[in-house]
């Protein structure tokens, strides 16, 4: 490794592994990808995988050592900027002259009482499976994308199961009516309940609502809000409120010199100045970009900047079912929305796309 660009990716999740991928083009580059997992598993295919199907999943260390990349298992507890180098909570050091921060999000449970005691979480394959046996009734609190997905899986999945959404909003309610009365026509027919309510607290038999009712549960599966690593922070990296990483146009870490940040842990800035949504859909175009922008500086070349992109907002209703709302470059609504199995079809399309470019 003398005389080897030394570029270290924090994170094997889709920004990470894009931006490994591309920067293991560069000539004289050593690229080490830092990880606490030992496999990869689609984070967009977990609410499959709580509703017990079988889905794809991959080891790391012999998928990235195939392209040349060396894998590290560990997890990382600070970065030390002065002395360019990664501390590991085995106490052990991994050298950079660049790093990539990509972390990532994982579930927030510090948003109610009760929660962090008494609800799982479908963030991440170790969450999903401390959930327990389904049986029974579950609620599922959160009316965004992940807790509409898990729901309708759940139903469609487990006939004799009984489900329950709840949501402060309306489910779905971001996207334009018709995509929101198709989403109410699914859970209906899955046969969904649905409380728009807020929760006050999770407790060992259900959800305290702010009003006063209590909603019987077996199982609270929690997919509402997500925080992302102290790592950052706690290694002096600017940050803002939530702590992800704050970074210019072209995902420079702000003050510091071959520090980079991409995904969910980094304030991703779009067009009309919108920050990117947490999503593959930003995350995986960004690790590219970035793996790619890492290789040209090493040959002497400034790549322009980075501005996220959207297309479009999916997800499957089930297996037979799904959603498709195309969306404007700066993620606000536009006004098309493809609904059925139709739906469901490009869904499926895109999850199988994203997931073959994690892996190649």
Same mark, same amino acid.
């Given at each position: 490794?003398?005389?080897?660009? !030394?570029?270290? @990716?924090? $994170?094997? =999740?889709?920004? /990470? %592994?894009?931006? &490994?991928? #591309?920067?293991?083009?560069?000539?004289?580059?050593?690229?080490?990808?830092?990880?606490?997992?030992?496999?990869?598993?689609?984070?967009?295919?977990?609410?499959?995988?709580?509703?017990?199907?079988?889905?794809?999943?991959?080891?790391?260390?012999?998928?990235?050592?195939?392209?040349?990349?060396?894998?590290?298992?560990?997890?990382?507890?600070?970065?030390?900027?002065?002395?360019?180098?990664?501390?590991?909570?085995?106490?052990?050091?991994?050298?950079?002259?660049?790093?990539?921060?990509?972390?990532?999000?994982?579930?927030?449970?510090?948003?109610?009482?009760?929660?962090?005691?008494?609800?799982?979480?479908?963030?991440?394959?170790?969450?999903?499976?401390?959930?327990?046996?389904?049986?029974? !009734?579950?609620? @599922?609190? $959160?009316? =965004?994308?992940? /807790? %509409?997905?898990? &729901?309708? #899986?759940?139903?469609?999945?487990?006939?004799?199961?009984?489900?329950?959404?709840?949501?402060?909003?309306?489910?779905?309610?971001?996207?334009?009516?018709?995509?929101?009365?198709?989403?109410?026509?699914?859970?209906?027919?899955?046969?969904?309940?649905?409380?728009?309510?807020?929760?006050?607290?999770?407790?060992?038999?259900?959800?305290?609502?702010?009003?006063?009712?209590?909603?019987?549960?077996?199982?609270?599966?929690?997919?509402?809000?997500?925080?992302?690593?102290?790592?950052?922070?706690?290694?002096?990296?600017?940050?803002?409120?939530?702590?992800?990483?704050?970074?210019?146009?072209?995902?420079?870490?702000?003050?510091?010199?071959?520090?980079?940040?991409?995904?969910?842990?980094?304030?991703?800035?779009?067009?009309? $100045?919108?920050?990117?949504?947490?999503?593959?859909? &930003?995350?995986?175009?960004?690790?590219?970009?970035?793996?790619?922008?890492?290789?040209?500086?090493?040959?002497?070349?400034?790549?322009?900047?980075?501005?996220?992109?959207?297309?479009?907002?999916?997800?499957?209703?089930?297996?037979?079912?799904?959603?498709?709302?195309?969306?404007?470059?700066?993620?606000?609504?536009?006004?098309?929305?493809?609904?059925?199995?139709?739906?469901?079809?490009?869904?499926?399309?895109?999850?199988?796309?994203?997931?073959?470019?994690?892996?190649?």
């Amino acid at each position: 490794m003398t005389g080897q660009h !030394r570029i270290v @990716v924090l $994170g094997a =999740g889709y920004a /990470g %592994l894009a931006a &490994a991928r #591309e920067a293991i083009k560069a000539k004289g580059a050593h690229v080490t990808v830092i990880d606490l997992h030992t496999e990869f598993v689609d984070r967009v295919r977990l609410h499959q995988v709580a509703a017990g199907q079988d889905v794809a999943r991959w080891e790391l260390r012999k998928t990235l050592a195939a392209k040349g990349i060396e894998f590290v298992n560990g997890r990382a507890e600070r970065i030390d900027t002065e002395a360019r180098r990664v501390e590991l909570a085995t106490g052990e050091a991994v050298a950079y002259d660049s790093l990539i921060y990509a972390l990532g999000s994982r579930a927030d449970l510090s948003m109610v009482p009760g929660a962090a005691e008494f609800a799982h979480t479908v963030a991440t394959s170790e969450d999903v499976r401390r959930i327990p046996a389904l049986a029974g !009734r579950v609620a @599922v609190v $959160g009316g =965004g994308a992940t /807790g %509409l997905e898990t &729901a309708t #899986e759940l139903a469609e999945s487990n006939p004799g199961l009984e489900v329950v959404l709840v949501s402060s909003d309306e489910p779905g309610g971001w996207l334009i009516p018709k995509a929101v009365a198709h989403i109410r026509a699914v859970l209906d027919r899955l046969g969904v309940q649905v409380r728009v309510a807020k929760v006050a607290a999770v407790t060992g038999t259900g959800l305290d609502l702010v009003d006063g009712d209590h909603v019987d549960a077996d199982i609270v599966l929690w997919t509402t809000g997500f925080k992302v690593p102290e790592v950052a922070a706690r290694s002096g990296l600017p940050v803002d409120g939530r702590e992800r990483v704050l970074v210019d146009d072209r995902l420079r870490v702000r003050g510091l010199a071959d520090v980079y940040a991409v995904g969910d842990a980094a304030v991703m800035i779009g067009h009309n $100045g919108r920050e990117a949504r947490m999503s593959c859909q &930003a995350a995986q175009p960004a690790g590219k970009y970035l793996g790619a922008a890492v290789a040209a500086r090493l040959r002497g070349k400034q790549p322009g900047p980075f501005t996220p992109r959207f297309v479009l907002t999916c997800m499957s209703l089930g297996r037979r079912d799904g959603l498709v709302q195309f969306m404007k470059a700066d993620d606000s609504n536009g006004s098309i929305a493809l609904t059925g199995r139709t739906a469901a079809w490009i869904k499926e399309q895109i999850v199988g796309a994203v997931g073959r470019a994690a892996k190649l």
